[in-house]
Nanobody
Framework: VQLVESGGGLVQTGGSLTLSCAAS????????IAWYRQVLGKNRRDGVS?????????DYADSVKGRFTISIGDAKDMVYLQMSNLKVEDTAVYYC???????????????????????WGQGTQVTVSS
């Protein structure tokens, strides 16, 4: 299982970016896919959003609700994170993570327990300037 993120970059406050997470060699059928982010210098990753591929259930961290949208491509080999109205505090390395849905991780923990996820991408840097 390999996850490959792309789409990060430098943007001004209020701008938009769309991150992509590609499934290499498999599809996201029966997976839970999440975006986490890690701020430089902080030793933790914070959940941003997740999608359950089987039924399309999504959720978001309070800090990004109304600004970010997660979606899964029709072929279920890509997951996107559309980010709008970006703020300086959104600056971080963004990681895509996945876990098989049959493992039934607790839904209430999907955004605050990165250890639930078996597979991670290499990360993509998002920098928001003021």
């Amino acid at each position: 299982v390999q996850l490959v993120e792309s789409g990060g970059g430098l943007v001004q406050t209020g701008g938009s970016l769309t991150l992509s997470c590609a499934a290499s060699g498999f599809t996201f059928d029966d997976y839970i896919i999440a975006w986490y982010r890690q701020v430089l210098g902080k030793n933790r990753r914070d959940g941003v959003s997740y999608v359950i591929s089987n039924d399309g259930t999504t959720d978001y961290a309070d800090s990004v609700k109304g600004r970010f949208t997660i979606s899964i491509g029709d072929a279920k080999d890509m997951v996107y994170l559309q980010m709008s109205n970006l703020k300086v505090e959104d600056t971080a390395v963004y990681y895509c993570a996945a876990v098989r849905a049959y493992e039934k991780p607790p839904v209430r923990s999907l955004l605050n327990l990165p250890t639930l996820y078996d597979d991670w991408g290499q990360g993509t840097q998002v920098t928001v300037s003021s």
